[in-house]
């Protein structure tokens, strides 16, 4: 089992930041940010491999959000700048692990709230 806890939204203004962070009890081999916006299907924001460090984005987001870790912490991280409207929604921490004998382990947060204002 692997816990993971989310913390850092908030109400913030357009064009604003805002840095999120996941304190997992353990890495596994992929950490991910979703988000959840009212009405929509939850999407993949961003990736990071936890052996290599690579990260991946939703290109609605590249150039303005960055994935991180600290494996000293076991935490994830989120840094997000020039906030926008349709940024605005439940953002979800997630850990994967590896494919094995066709099946994963696959774990969430509990969410934390983003609401970007105009």
């Known amino acids: 089992q692997v816990q993971l806890v989310e913390s850092g939204g908030g109400l913030v203004q357009a064009g604003g930041s805002l840095n999120l962070s996941c304190a997992a009890s353990?890495?596994?081999?992929?950490m991910s940010w979703y988000r959840q916006a009212p009405g929509k299907e939850r999407e993949l924001v961003a990736t990071?491999?936890?052996?290599?460090?690579?990260?991946t984005y939703v290109d609605s987001v590249k150039g303005r959000f960055t994935i991180s870790k600290d494996d000293a912490k076991n935490t994830v991280y989120l840094q997000m700048k020039s906030l926008k409207r349709e940024d605005t929604g439940v953002y979800y921490c997630?850990?994967?692990?590896?494919?094995?004998?066709?099946?994963?382990?696959?774990?969430w947060g509990q969410g934390t709230q983003v609401t970007v204002s105009s």
């Open positions: 997630n850990a994967k692990g590896p494919v094995l004998f066709g099946r994963r382990d696959d774990y």
């Open positions: 353990r890495f596994t081999y992929v």
């Open positions: 990071i491999i936890i052996p290599d460090g690579s990260t």
